[in-house]
């Protein structure tokens, strides 16, 4: 794609403009906004020296986020990383240049009378939404039954702010919270015009949206400051049960500990067993307990699960490398790799592809307890045959960061809890990259206790199912109340027990 920007102009907002994600919110320290400057002056910055060879800088080759005004007129020539992945059609309707019903603000659907042309029997059902930071999640649910009429998810194209919560905190508070508000939302009513127009529903039939999220998502869909949220003590506008003119929002527990890990555990069932529910993404959230006490905890993972700060990283799309082995079964290919979807080559590597291309590094003694790589690789594997797939020394670091996070995480809230892993008897892996992460392979990496590897159970977008169960449940709210009056937060950035864990679990030992 070419964009052409005048002299004096904002490329970063023009980009921002045309859908190209920052995702580092601007800083120039992922090096995932590359472009090519086609005609024109762009001075070369320190980041760029950092991602880019002499010759790549001679071509043209500069970080989008570097440039900032347009010193020249300039040609510049992108790709938008989203086209890589697959949006309903409907959702890409979504995405609308023309300007908000309101001068301020979109809203969501409203409900309206049906017109006496219309057929008279009406399917009553609500929506619910799962708001994360990388995707939107919405499902229709019958009202009576609960039963799921249908599911669809997009991308949550607030990302061209930054890519994790700080970013967005960041870019909110910078005066850009209506502006992310209109966006989420055209995305959410592009799912359910896609969701009504393929089920035959009308609007007449919806009976109300509820949402759930992280803190700050819901802060920024309901318009509230994200003031609160960047800085100490870190105190929400809200975290409480809120009926707005845009939908129900689910509560949460805190700035870091929202309505996605509270829908997360009201989804799974926490009984009188001791279970420990691991939603992993940008942020790890955790809740260990029972359905009478429950501990809960926001561990600073990173990206790196997500295929963020790994160098050849990828999110789950067509063609990422989900599944590494180092050699097939008659040991005559030195690796067989498993991609999503019906691509022919590896497009990059997502999270569980990180996760157990390391583990077969670590079995097969390519990869030492300090994470060092086998000199024989020269820091670096190669994982497509043209070689522009790699995987390289400073993803393994990337990835013991994420670990450690975790598992740190996990060890201070069973000291927290006065427990061991032997004795918690469930444990629920919430989010896409649960779904096909390998439990044993986690073992490997030091991401779980190899005592916990044989109970694991992936449960999906569980924010998302704990909103559809809300949606039929008359007695939603009280659970609810239950599970937050359970709750107590660890801060794990005060704890010295995680400090002490954490260093303890960078090492793959």
């Given amino acids: 794609m070419i964009l052409y920007a005048e002299k004096g102009s904002d490329v970063a907002a023009l980009l921002k403009d045309a859908g190209f994600p920052f995702l580092c919110g601007g800083t120039g320290s992922c090096g995932k906004c590359k472009i090519r400057v086609l005609s024109g002056e762009v001075r070369v910055t320190d980041a760029d020296r950092a991602f880019f060879s002499e010759e790549e800088l001679a071509a043209g080759r500069r970080l989008a986020c570097m440039i900032g005004t347009a010193e020249d007129d300039i040609e510049i020539e992108y790709s938008n990383p989203e086209e890589k992945i697959y949006i309903p059609e409907s959702n890409r309707a979504g995405e609308s240049d023309k300007e908000s019903d309101t001068a301020d603000s979109a809203s969501l659907k409203e409900v309206k009378d049906v017109p006496a042309s219309e057929p008279t029997k009406i399917t009553f059902f609500s929506i619910a939404i799962d708001i994360g930071t990388t995707t939107v999640a919405a499902a229709a649910v019958e009202r009576t039954t609960g039963r799921v009429i249908a599911v669809k998810t997009g991308i949550n194209h607030q990302r061209s702010f930054g890519a994790d919560v ?56 309901a318009g509230y400051s994200c003031e609160g949220l960047g800085v100490a003590p870190f105190e929400p506008v809200s975290t409480a049960l809120t009926d707005t003119t845009s939908g129900l929002l689910l509560p949460g527990i805190s700035a870091f500990v ?7 555990i009201y989804a799974c069932g926490f009984t009188d067993d001791l279970s420990l529910l691991i939603d992993l993404g940008t942020n790890g959230e955790l809740a260990l307990g029972t359905n009478e006490r429950i501990l809960v905890a926001s561990t600073a993972a990173g990206p790196a699960f997500e295929g963020g700060n ?29 991609l999503i979807g019906d691509a022919d080559k590896p497009v990059g590597i997502c999270g569980t592809g990180v996760i157990a291309l390391v583990a077969e590094l670590i079995k097969q003694g390519l990869v030492d307890e300090t994470g060092l790589l086998d000199e024989r690789l020269h820091g670096r594997l190669k994982l497509s045959a043209d070689g522009k797939v790699t995987f390289t020394q400073k993803d393994i670091r990337e990835l013991q960061l994420a670990v450690a996070a975790v598992r740190g995480g996990i060890e201070t809230l069973l000291e927290e809890y006065g427990a061991e892993a032997k004795d918690i008897k469930h444990v629920f892996i919430a989010g896409g990259f649960g779904t096909e992460l390998d439990p044993e392979k986690a073992a490997v990496i030091g991401l779980l206790p190899s005592e916990l590897k044989d109970r694991c159970v992936s449960v999906g977008n569980s924010s998302l199912n704990g909103a559809i169960k809300y949606a039929s449940d008359p007695e939603g709210a ?10 107590g937060e660890i801060v794990l950035a005060d704890s010295d027990a995680f400090k002490a864990h954490f260093m303890e679990h960078m090492n793959f030992a």
Wanted: one cysteine or more; hydrophobic letters at 45%; a negative charge.
């Fill in 166 to 221: 700080i970013s967005r905190i960041v870019a909110s508070n910078l005066g850009n919270g209506p502006k992310m508000r209109d966006t989420v939302i055209r995305d959410i009513n592009g799912l359910i015009d896609s969701i009504m127009a393929e089920n035959s529903l009308i609007p007449a039939g919806l009976d109300r949206i509820v949402i759930a999220g992280n803190t700050t998502m819901q802060h920024i869909f």
């Fill in 258 to 264: 929202g309505a996605d890990i509270v829908a997360g």
């Fill in 310 to 338: 790994i160098s050849c990283g990828t999110a789950g799309i067509p063609g990422a490398i989900c599944d590494v082995s180092l050699c097939d079964e008659d040991g005559k290919e030195p690796i067989a790799l498993k």
């Fill in 478 to 487: 009280e659970a609810l109340d239950k599970i937050v009056k359970a709750s």
